[in-house]
């Protein structure tokens, strides 16, 4: 079974608008961590946003938030005010407990697209 | 300065050819990875190593083998290269923290196989 999933291949935004990455999760560990990245068309991978299974608060960063549900096992990215830099794959990716000594698995990704 | 670097950063071979792909870190950390993302497959792990006497298989190591030569330093390599091992292939490191320990990726290196 696959442990993150993003069912949005592609998504197309206004510029200026909100847009909401799905991302669910599984995992059996209490203790893990989600993360999502962005990967422009350079393809380098950079660090948007990390939510702990135990935080409280849904984690922001700058135009970035993260939707976390955790009974439904969600972790959705909220872009406010896309920006046409904002054009990208965006990847979720979970690392489980076992005192941090896992890999990230990382989801197949959504493209998302900035029209202006 | 980048603080995980790859090389070559693409290469281009053919099949059979054996092929090494190096990545060296400058952030101290242990941890360090090898990931191949494919369009629409998202980035599968394929080896890791915790510390320079621990290796790893991932979910896709067939084909691939690598080295810890240092602590710094981690090579990723196709015994006999096939086309369908063309991809983007990252190194990535990580510290010890626990969950809330990220990924710092290096650049990738594009990999076409003929």
């Known amino acids: 079974a696959q442990k993150i999933t993003q069912t949005q291949p592609g998504m197309f935004v206004q510029e200026k608008e909100a847009v909401t990455l799905d991302c669910t999760y599984d995992t059996s560990d209490q203790s893990y961590g989600l993360f999502w990245y962005k990967q422009p068309s350079s393809g380098e991978m950079i660090f948007l946003i990390y939510q702990g299974s135990y935080d409280e608060q849904n984690a922001t960063e700058g135009r970035y938030s993260l939707n976390f549900q955790k009974a439904r096992k969600s972790a959705n990215l909220v872009i406010s005010a896309s920006q046409l830099g904002d054009s990208a794959m965006y990847f979720c990716a979970m690392r489980e407990g076992g005192g941090g000594n896992t890999p990230l698995v990382f989801g197949k990704g959504t493209r998302l697209s900035v029209i202006a | 300065d980048a603080d995980v670097t790859q090389t070559p950063r693409n290469r281009i071979t053919k099949t059979g050819k054996r092929i090494m792909l190096e990545c060296s870190q400058t952030k101290g950390h242990d941890r360090m990875y090898w990931y191949r993302q494919d369009p629409g497959l998202g980035l599968r792990l394929i080896y890791y190593?915790?510390?320079?006497?621990?290796?790893n298989k991932g979910e896709i190591s067939d084909g691939y083998s690598v080295s810890r030569q240092a602590q710094a330093k981690f090579s990723l390599s196709l015994e006999s290269a096939i086309p369908n091992q063309t991809a983007l292939y990252f190194c990535?490191?990580?510290?010890?923290?626990?969950?809330?320990?990220?990924?710092?990726f290096g650049p990738g290196t594009r990999l076409t196989v003929l």
């Open positions: 190593s915790f510390d320079v006497k621990d290796i």
């Open positions: 990535a490191t990580s510290d010890s923290i626990g969950v809330t320990s990220r990924h710092f």
